[in-house]
């Protein structure tokens, strides 16, 4: 069992730039992963957001190509967002730094030329959203003939998002005989499916499977669907709220309830796929910052978003499915911090709490507008204070929750 990240057996230069950003205990998933995909082996990741995967795939992928033979672009990521795919690029930037290895994001909302130049040039490792690699393939401005490496991660929020024929079209692109890694916070039919037509007798991990991260605390708010402004803006405005992200279903929700909550006088911002690559820049830099520290989302930022300090993430309505639920819910609470998940309830939403709670195989602690958590049963049964209408759209809302570091005693762990 490795207790430090160097006893995963990585060259001397990874080593230390893995002490160099503080990361000395590897997360479970790193844990497992990375000796298995060093050894060249195929692999299924199974775990939730915020674990570490970023690391656990790019540190095997930096060893290897630093290892082997230089020349033309050896490694491929793709992800379902250009938010994720930028975070890892940035990641893959950093530690590749320390081994002379380059590479370059390839999404959408910003310009083909630096891209095209880039790919052109033969960046040791590309990391993309599926479309706009497609772009590139049809104008020959990339050679896939070289990838050593496949990642698939976030496999099924690419599938749910409707890329499995532009998967399809990449994987037809790359050399047959090449290593592959699937992460995927579940294991659908869909995505077992995929894994077996395109994996090779893969080794298969699971790690905190379909439940939110260990030290996220969890409420439920019991509201009519004409109360959730106002007692959104109630616990905004308590202290520790420090860092929001509350999740809304539509774009012009978002929009809206950003306007809503900035009217309030608390300054806040809005990310959703209607807005420009670099209004999307912008506004999470602004939430990173603490310039605003309320960001209204649409699920674009539920698997992509990494920014450190998350106190709460405020669900503004019921999250569609379960893994929804757990995955906007790993924006806090990341890497071993504490964080709250809130989420508003109208009495239409009850159906979706319960089939969320059946998933998890718990119910989800009730709080009443004070704070305090309240019985569940006679909650269950509590009328709103207003007759709800049906709901502008479906949102999702965090819970008030600290993310708190972890203290000096404690190892830190790198997170995806």
Same mark, same amino acid.
């Given at each position: %069992?490795?207790?430090?990240?160097? $006893? @995963?057996?990585? !060259?001397?230069? =990874?080593?230390?730039?893995?002490? *160099?950003?503080?990361? +000395?205990?590897?997360?479970?998933?790193?844990?497992?992963?990375?000796?298995?995909?060093?050894?060249?082996?195929?692999?299924?990741?199974?775990?939730?957001?915020?674990?570490?995967?970023?690391?656990?795939?790019?540190?095997?992928?930096?060893?290897?190509?630093?290892?082997?033979?230089?020349?033309?672009?050896?490694?491929?990521?793709?992800?379902?967002?250009?938010?994720?795919?930028?975070?890892?690029?940035?990641?893959?930037?950093?530690?590749?730094?320390?081994?002379?290895?380059?590479?370059?994001?390839?999404?959408?909302?910003?310009?083909?030329?630096?891209?095209?130049?880039?790919?052109?040039?033969?960046?040791?490792?590309?990391?993309?959203?599926?479309?706009?690699?497609?772009?590139? %393939?049809?104008?020959?401005?990339? $050679? @896939?003939?070289? !990838?050593?490496? =496949?990642?698939?991660?976030?496999? *099924?929020?690419?599938? +749910?998002?409707?890329?499995?024929?532009?998967?399809?079209?990449?994987?037809?692109?790359?050399?047959?005989?090449?290593?592959?890694?699937?992460?995927?916070?579940?294991?659908?039919?869909?995505?077992?499916?995929?894994?077996?037509?395109?994996?090779?007798?893969?080794?298969?991990?699971?790690?905190?499977?379909?439940?939110?991260?260990?030290?996220?605390?969890?409420?439920?708010?019991?509201?009519?669907?004409?109360?959730?402004?106002?007692?959104?803006?109630?616990?905004?405005?308590?202290?520790?709220?420090?860092?929001?992200?509350?999740?809304?279903?539509?774009?012009?929700?978002?929009?809206?309830?950003?306007?809503?909550?900035?009217?309030?006088?608390?300054?806040?911002?809005?990310?959703?796929?209607?807005?420009?690559?670099?209004?999307?820049?912008?506004?999470?830099?602004?939430?990173?910052?603490?310039?605003?520290?309320?960001?209204?989302?649409?699920?674009?930022?539920?698997?992509?978003?990494?920014?450190?300090?998350?106190?709460?993430?405020?669900?503004?309505?019921?999250?569609?499915?379960?893994?929804?639920?757990?995955?906007?819910?790993?924006?806090?609470?990341?890497?071993?911090?504490?964080?709250?998940?809130?989420?508003?309830?109208?009495?239409?939403?009850?159906?979706?709490?319960?089939?969320?709670?059946?998933?998890?195989?718990?119910?989800?602690?009730?709080?009443?507008?004070?704070?305090?958590?309240?019985?569940?049963?006679?909650?269950?049964?509590?009328?709103?204070?207003?007759?709800?209408?049906?709901?502008?759209?479906?949102?999702?809302?965090?819970?008030?929750?600290?993310?708190?570091?972890?203290?000096?005693?404690?190892?830190?762990?790198?997170?995806?």
């Amino acid at each position: %069992m490795a207790t430090t990240m160097k $006893d @995963l057996n990585l !060259i001397p230069a =990874l080593a230390e730039a893995v002490e *160099d950003m503080g990361f +000395d205990k590897p997360t479970p998933i790193q844990e497992q992963a990375i000796p298995i995909a060093l050894e060249g082996r195929d692999l299924i990741g199974c775990a939730s957001t915020g674990t570490g995967k970023t690391a656990a795939f790019l540190l095997p992928i930096l060893q290897r190509l630093r290892e082997g033979k230089a020349g033309g672009s050896r490694a491929l990521i793709l992800s379902p967002t250009r938010e994720l795919a930028m975070q890892i690029d940035e990641q893959a930037l950093a530690l590749g730094y320390y081994v002379g290895i380059s590479a370059v994001s390839v999404v959408g909302g910003v310009k083909m030329e630096p891209q095209e130049r880039a790919l052109k040039a033969g960046s040791d490792m590309i990391v993309a959203t599926p479309g706009r690699l497609l772009d590139h %393939m049809r104008f020959e401005s990339v $050679d @896939l003939t070289k !990838i050593e490496v =496949l990642v698939l991660d976030e496999a *099924d929020r690419m599938l +749910d998002m409707g890329f499995l024929p532009d998967i399809k079209r990449i994987l037809a692109a790359l050399p047959k005989d090449r290593q592959t890694l699937l992460f995927s916070a579940t294991m659908s039919p869909k995505i077992r499916a995929l894994a077996e037509e395109i994996l090779r007798d893969p080794a298969m991990i699971t790690v905190d499977r379909q439940k939110p991260a260990t030290g996220i605390e969890q409420s439920v708010y019991l509201v009519a669907t004409d109360d959730k402004r106002s007692l959104l803006t109630r616990l905004l405005r308590r202290k520790g709220t420090d860092s929001v992200l509350v999740f809304v279903a539509r774009k012009a929700d978002a929009d809206r309830l950003a306007r809503s909550i900035t009217r309030a006088g608390i300054e806040a911002t809005s990310i959703h796929a209607d807005r420009s690559q670099e209004q999307r820049t912008e506004a999470l830099e602004e939430f990173r910052t603490g310039r605003c520290p309320v960001l209204v989302a649409t699920d674009v930022a539920a698997r992509g978003l990494d920014v450190d300090g998350i106190s709460h993430v405020i669900n503004f309505n019921v999250p569609y499915s379960a893994e929804d639920y757990i995955h906007r819910s790993g924006r806090t609470a990341r890497a071993g911090a504490l964080g709250e998940v809130l989420t508003f309830v109208s009495p239409e939403e009850r159906r979706g709490l319960d089939e969320i709670e059946r998933v998890l195989g718990s119910e989800i602690p009730r709080k009443t507008d004070g704070g305090s958590s309240s019985n569940s049963r006679s909650s269950r049964n509590a009328a709103p204070s207003k007759p709800a209408e049906k709901p502008a759209g479906r949102s999702r809302r965090p819970r008030p929750a600290r993310r708190r570091s972890k203290s000096s005693s404690q190892p830190a762990t790198a997170k995806a």
